[in-house]
């Protein structure tokens, strides 16, 4: 059973960068959609970027665009999220989630939280001075 765990998050003064992991416990994830989610105090969560590891494809919040890059390592079965130019409002714990998918799938759109059926514990970032 895929489980998947986050580490990474910490305080970073605005204009940081840090970088957050996400280690799958599978044996591959060729077949997997994998995201990054957030939610700060008080508000929905929301998708942040999300990755397929069948071609590469990948979405990014607009909010995060230009700031965010989603990378990944298949031999570690691990997906990062490198954040640069961070801003207070980034503040929030970080979810990895991720779904099974067809090897035809690409991400075309942005990151649906409904079609994510396994969830990390998260990782808390903050980014304040």
């Known amino acids: 059973q895929l489980q998947l765990v986050e580490s990474g998050g910490d305080l970073v003064q605005p204009g940081g960068s840090l970088r957050i992991a996400c280690a799958a416990s599978?044996?591959?994830?060729?077949?997997?959609?994998v995201g990054w989610f957030r939610q700060a105090p008080g508000k929905e969560r929301e998708g942040v970027s999300c990755?397929?590891?069948?071609?590469?494809?990948?979405y990014y919040a607009d909010s995060v665009k230009g700031r965010f890059t989603v990378s990944t390592d298949r031999a570690k079965n691990t997906v990062y999220l490198q954040m640069d130019s961070l801003k207070p409002e980034d503040t929030a714990i970080y979810y990895c989630?991720?779904?099974?998918?067809?090897?035809?799938?690409?991400?075309?759109?942005?990151?649906?939280?409904?079609?994510?059926?396994?969830w990390g514990r998260g990782t808390q970032v903050t980014v304040s001075s």
């Open positions: 989630a991720a779904h099974g998918v067809s090897p035809y799938f690409r991400v075309d759109g942005a990151c649906d939280i409904g079609d994510f059926d396994t």
């Open positions: 990755i397929s590891f069948t071609d590469g494809s990948r």
């Open positions: 599978v044996f591959s994830l060729d077949y997997y959609n």
